[in-house]
């Protein structure tokens, strides 16, 4: 059974960082694109950031560009976002996603950040 | 950015009977590749999104046939053909053609 769990969410003051990780499981995690995409509680869905299988491009949203990281370690079946300079409108939960090639086949339950002083 | 239009943006359905939602985008999501990268997601209340549809119209795995995908180019819609009570929540439609990837703003189906 496939399985992202996502870990590493809270509460942080505007400014501060957070590093949010996604354990993948249940499948050969390696070959897969993966992303991250968030949505503010109650509203629709924002694709943040993507990675290609070997880590070696990444795409960014604008809103996000320069101040997050996403990473990757196959060896560990792992998925990172480092999160630095984190603003208000940064607060949201954030999921965790397998790119099939074909359509975002599997999503995480999703962690919550909260950036509040 | 491709910018994806949902409309209605809530549906109230009678149990058993037929939804429709269409998603319009701001340009072809034709990929150089031939493919169109639209897809459908369904999010319940309190879970994580969920893929139904991927490529305009082709059903992800467990999904039950009563979903459905159509379109082409610009236009693309997804049909209930019953709805049930599990049916309930946001319908969300993706493109993966162009970066940055988006998304439309949600359907949201409610049982009248």
């Known amino acids: 059974e496939v399985q992202l769990v996502e870990s590493g969410g809270g509460l942080v003051q505007p400014g501060g960082s957070l590093r949010l990780s996604c354990a993948a499981s249940?499948?050969?995690?390696?070959?897969?694109?993966m992303l991250w995409v968030r949505q503010v509680p109650g509203e629709g869905l924002i694709w943040v950031s993507r990675?290609?299988?070997?880590?070696?491009?990444?795409w960014y949203a604008d809103s996000v560009k320069g101040r997050f990281t996403i990473s990757r370690d196959n060896a560990k079946n792992t998925l990172y976002l480092q999160m630095n300079s984190l603003r208000a409108d940064d607060t949201a939960v954030y999921y965790c996603?397998?790119?099939?090639?074909?359509?975002?086949?599997?999503w995480g339950q999703g962690t919550l950040v909260i950036v509040s002083s | 950015d491709i910018v994806m239009i949902q409309t209605p943006l809530s549906s109230p359905v009678t149990l058993g009977q037929p939804a429709s939602i269409s998603c319009r985008s701001s340009?072809?999501?034709?990929?150089?590749?031939?493919?169109?990268?639209l897809s459908w997601l369904q999010q319940r209340p309190g879970q994580p999104p969920r893929l139904l549809i991927y490529?305009?119209?082709n059903r992800f795995s467990g999904v039950p046939d009563r979903f459905s995908g159509s379109g082409a180019g610009t236009d693309f819609t997804l049909k209930i053909s019953r709805v049930e009570v599990e049916d309930v929540g946001v319908y969300y439609c993706?493109?993966?053609?162009?970066?940055?990837?988006?998304f439309g703003q949600g359907t949201k189906v409610e049982i009248k």
């Open positions: 996603v397998r790119d099939s090639g074909e359509g975002v086949d599997y």
């Open positions: 249940g499948f050969t995690f390696s070959p897969y694109w």
């Open positions: 990675i290609n299988d070997d880590g070696s491009s990444t």
């Open positions: 340009q072809s999501l034709v990929h150089s590749d031939g493919n169109t990268y």
């Open positions: 490529k305009i119209s």
């Open positions: 993706m493109q993966t053609t162009q970066s940055p990837w988006t």
